[in-house]
């Protein structure tokens, strides 16, 4: 995790079900809902690579991944 | 990093899955597949087997071999395939009521048995699956359908139990408590013997909505608020604990012959005087 | 071992041991007992498992358990542990998870008396449990037959991968006659299960055909499917559909009415002249022929009819020898369960009389004797 200057969240909107909990345990506040109430990262440059949304997301729908992985 | 974990572990194609959003069931499921990892575990010697409920669920999702099966009956079926096949971990999921209510005496003897099983119980704290009726452990005074002027009998304490009825390795964590779960659930699949975590889940659905929580996070958010570490409550009281969750390992390595080493013993014996 | 005088729970052991049983979870209920306490003596020195589990739920899933791990599993019990399992049996069928239980009746309903013979769990064993099912039962009327009998209800429950249960009743449990275990001939070879393809990713257990039943490998041996007791796909995952459903519904039944003739067994003594037929089984038979044969002693043209596979019911032999007399008598230990058959399969064709036994005793070849004649001189 020391190395993780090169990984960005990145949704997976077919798994997100709009629970908001990632949202609210975001210590940056760089996630929010968007228009279908499905998780958005508004800046993802600002990540701080804590892992709090991967660990706490129930459907695997939040991920840090390479930055410019497809997903 | 956890796309890795479920590529690995899970049957993809049957996802997503179908628990609510913000169900504490999902986080466990994947620190589950952290432990997984840390312990390196093998899918075609590991069999998973689970009961009937919301947590019960997870085994379908699991790419091992799985068993579902009756309410609450799980440690059964698991004790007579463990007994046959000692070349195979075996791990069972069960929910609340699963585990305590209907499955209670089977839950009790298969501590009592210290059988080489590794349970693990999320507990929501209802019956989430038939819609929020109350369960062994739905706190007292707490609303459900069944319950509708508030739970009036106490819950019951899960650990205590297990460690009444001899399991050598006792465990307790939440849904918040993301890293705590995949170092107990590891360190309980590692434990020779009858191994138990209990994770407390939110159900934001049928236990929530009816109990004053506006979100799931609110609910994680509580877990945290009422949890204490195993280390500070042994210097608490009994009346600064009410009402608190204890959380990490209660009863760990503890030394006892486990079933099916007696079990073989018997068996090599006849065999070595047959000869 | 040369004969010797053998109970037929014991009987019932020796028989599955030669079947290759190698687990046993019971829970102590008499008259079955004797079998769950050989089995904890015995079984460990063939390399098997004994274990008495909490109560009667979880010795069935113990059984299950183990059965899905390879192995051929087995319990033992009497009507108020017969209700008890009814839940798992309906799972293991619906799983198709080959199993054996050995159902010793007594006297009911609920505790009723403990070590009195009955017939009156017959029906139980067919509708026990809940929703659409088959079933499968045998019934010895001799120790010789409850060692046959056991050895056949592996075999059809490995053929079948389902549940058959061997169905005893007290008198036959606790009788005791000379045999001799290593000399009996004409037994069953119950197969290995598998072979199993190598390409284990692929395999679908539930893929089968439509007449035929899963086989499942054993757990934990890289095929990684899920066995479930809900309506399930091909590799036993939860499904609703209602193709789906219809399919596997249909399929479990299929595949034991492909193999009906097969299953079915029976005893037919003195029918060809007969007007009229006892029907009867279990310990019941044992007085029956006895009141057979002195009938015939005295030129009455009675026969004799004792089904051996009770589920299913032999129908269509019942049928056709119905049409041949004037009368069956069916002599059975309840308030008449397997006479409800006899009447189905009957119809018209003749009068049935029905003798109950329901006081806890024996029907007595007396009882039977004069049954018949009654019904002659009518």
Known sequence: MSQSSHLEPVVNKAFCKGCGICIEFCPANILEFDEQRKCRVTEPEKCIKCFQCEMRCPDFAIELVEKGEKK | MIGELTNKYLRMDRLPHMWCPGCGHGIALGALLRAFDRVKIDKDKTVILSGIGCASRAVGYLDFSTVHTTHGRALAFATGLRLLRDDVKVIVIMGDGDALAIGGNHFIHACRRNIDITAIVLNNQIYGMTGGQGSPTTPQSRLSTTTPYGNFARAFDFCNLAIGAGATYVARATAYH?????????????????????????????????????????????????????????????????????????????????????????IMKFRGGAQ | MSAKLVQGNEAVVYGSFKAGLKFFAGYPITPSTEIAEMCARDLPKVGGVFIQMEDEISSIAACIGASLAGFRSMSATSGPGFSLMQENIGYAIMAEVPLVIVNVQRMGPSTGIATAPSQSDYMQVRWGTHGDHPMVSFAPFSVEECFTEAIRSIYWSERISSVVVLLLDEVVAHMREGIDVDNIENILEVPDRGPFPDEKGSFRPYKVDRDKGAKLPPLGMGYRFN????????????????????????????????????????????????????????????????AVRELRKNNVKVGFFRPITVWPFPSKRVRELSKKVKNIVVAEMSMGQMVLEVERSVGDSCQITLLQGIKGELITPDNIYNTVSEVISK
């Open chain 3, 227 to 290: 066995v479930t007791g809900l309506v399930h796909d091909e590799m036993g995952f939860p499904v609703e559909d209602p193709e789906k459903t219809g399919d596997l519904i249909r399929r479990l039944h299929n595949k034991i009415d492909a193999v009906e003739d097969e299953i079915t067994s029976y005893d037919e003594r003195y029918t060809d002249d007969a007007d009229v037929i006892v029907i009867s089984y279990g310990s019941v038979a044992r007085s029956a022929l006895r």
């Open chain 2, 178 to 266: 993301a890293s705590l779960m995949t170092e107990l659930y590891a360190n309980a699949i590692k434990h020779h013997g009858f191994s138990f975590v209990e994770t407390f889940t939110q159900c934001p659905v049928n236990y929530g909505r009816r109990n004053k929580f506006p979100d799931p996070a609110s609910m994680l958010k509580y877990m945290k608020d009422i949890s204490v570490p195993f280390k500070v409550a042994e210097k608490m009281g009994s009346d600064e604990l009410q009402g608190k969750i204890v959380i990490g390992e209660l009863i760990k390595e503890k030394e006892d012959v486990e079933l099916n080493e007696v079990v073989r013993e018997r």
